[in-house]
């Protein structure tokens, strides 16, 4: 059975940075692409980062990129989300997916999803 567990949301100011964790079980990290993805209500899932292993290929939304880094851990079955310079637009609940999607941004290519972990950053 997939399961996919984020952690570390927390309450930061502005300029602060935070880093999320996606603890994943039942998946070989080989075969899926995972990702972050973030929503506000009232709005849309979001992709944030991406990462695949073949080919290796990281993906940034405009938006975070030189301020977020996605990474894993594969001994320790976890995909990070580190979050730099964060802003109050930054403020969402962020999820961890994984699958074999045709666009990483699409979230409805997505076959597994956590629960989310909330981040809110304050100016």
């Known amino acids: 059975q997939v399961q996919l567990v984020e952690s570390g949301g927390d309450s930061v100011q502005a300029g602060g940075s935070l880093r999320l964790s996606c603890t994943t079980s039942g998946v070989t990290y080989s075969n899926y692409r995972f990702s972050w993805f973030r929503q506000v209500p009232g709005k849309e899932r979001e992709g944030v980062a991406s990462?695949?292993?073949?080919?290796?290929?990281?993906a940034y939304a405009d938006s975070v990129k030189g301020r977020f880094t996605i990474s894993r851990d594969n001994a320790k079955n976890t995909v990070y989300l580190e979050m730099n310079s964060l802003k109050p637009e930054d403020s969402a609940m962020y999820y961890c997916?994984?699958?074999?999607?045709?666009?990483?941004?699409?979230?409805?290519?997505?076959?597994?999803w956590g629960q989310g972990t909330q981040v809110t950053v304050s100016s």
């Open positions: 990462l695949y292993t073949r080919p290796r290929e990281l």
């Open positions: 997916a994984a699958g074999r999607p045709d666009n990483w941004l699409r979230p409805g290519s997505y076959t597994y």
